[in-house]
C-alpha cells in the first residue's frame, strides 16, 4: 500500500510542477490574470481525465491475458519515463512566452489537457498498468494510487499558480530547479522497474 502511495505522490508532484502545456498555461494564467485564474487551469485534470482513465484501464483489462503487449506497454512506459525524466534532470527554465486563446481560464485548462498527448501516453503506458496492480494488490490500493497521484498533481499546480502569483522569481530559482531534479531521480528509479517488468512479461528476465 505504502508502495503504491509513494509511487502515486511522486508521479503527481512530478506531473505538477515540470515545465509542460498545463503548467506554462497555470503561470501565463496567473501572471497575466491572478492567482485564481492558475488554480482555474490547475483543476482541468479532474474535469478531463476521467474517460481517459476509463478506457485506459478497459483497454488494459482485455489485455491481462497478453503478456507480450502488456510487456511492451510496460517498457513504453518505461521508455516515457526515462524521457520525463531526463527532461526534470536537464530543466534550465521555464517558457512563459505562451499565447493561448479562448474565454477563460478553466476553459482553457480543459482544452490543453484533452488536445495534450500526455494523459493518454502516461495513462496507457503508466498509470493503467500500475493501477491494475494496485487492485490485484488490494481494491484499496488502486484508491490511495489514484488518489494521491490526482491530489498531488492539482494540489502542485494550485501550489505553483499561488507561488507565482506572490513571488515570480520562484520559476527560475535554484530551489524550484532542485526540486525538479529529484523528482526527476525517482522517476528514473521507476522507469528502471518498468522496464524490468516488461522484460520479465516478454521472459526475457526470469
Known amino acids: 500500500m505504502i508502495y503504491f502511495l509513494i509511487i502515486g505522490i511522486t508521479l503527481g ?6 515545465p509542460g502545456p498545463l503548467s506554462n498555461l497555470v503561470i501565463f494564467e496567473t501572471l497575466q490574470h491572478n492567482i485564481r485564474s492558475g488554480i482555474k487551469v490547475a483543476l482541468a485534470p479532474i474535469v478531463t481525465d476521467l474517460p481517459i ?20 506497454i510496460s517498457l513504453g512506459g518505461g521508455t516515457l519515463l526515462l524521457f520525463l525524466s531526463y527532461q ?8 512563459r512566452e505562451i499565447q493561448p486563446t479562448g474565454p477563460t481560464s478553466l476553459t482553457k485548462g480543459i482544452l490543453t489537457n484533452f488536445l ?23 481494491p484499496l490500493a488502486g484508491i490511495v494510487f489514484i488518489s494521491s497521484f490526482y491530489i498531488c498533481l492539482v494540489g502542485a499546480k494550485i501550489l505553483v499558480a499561488i507561488i507565482t502569483g506572490r513571488s515570480r522569481s520562484f520559476l527560475t530559482g535554484h530551489y524550484y530547479h532542485a526540486l525538479i531534479r529529484c ?15 516488461g522484460f520479465k512479461l516478454l521472459q526475457i528476465l526470469p
Open 13 to 18: 508532484l512530478s506531473a505538477g510542477i515540470s
Open 88 to 95: 526534470s534532470l536537464k530543466i534550465q527554465a521555464v517558457d
Open 183 to 197: 523528482l526527476g531521480l525517482f522517476l528514473l528509479i521507476f522507469a528502471v522497474k518498468l522496464f524490468y517488468d
Open 53 to 72: 482513465v476509463l478506457i485506459s484501464l478497459f483497454i488494459l483489462n482485455k489485455l491481462t491475458n497478453f503478456n507480450l503487449v502488456l510487456g511492451i
Open 116 to 138: 495534450s498527448p500526455h494523459p493518454y501516453l502516461f495513462w496507457l503506458t503508466i498509470g493503467a498498468p500500475t493501477t491494475t496492480k494496485a487492485i490485484h494488490y488490494h
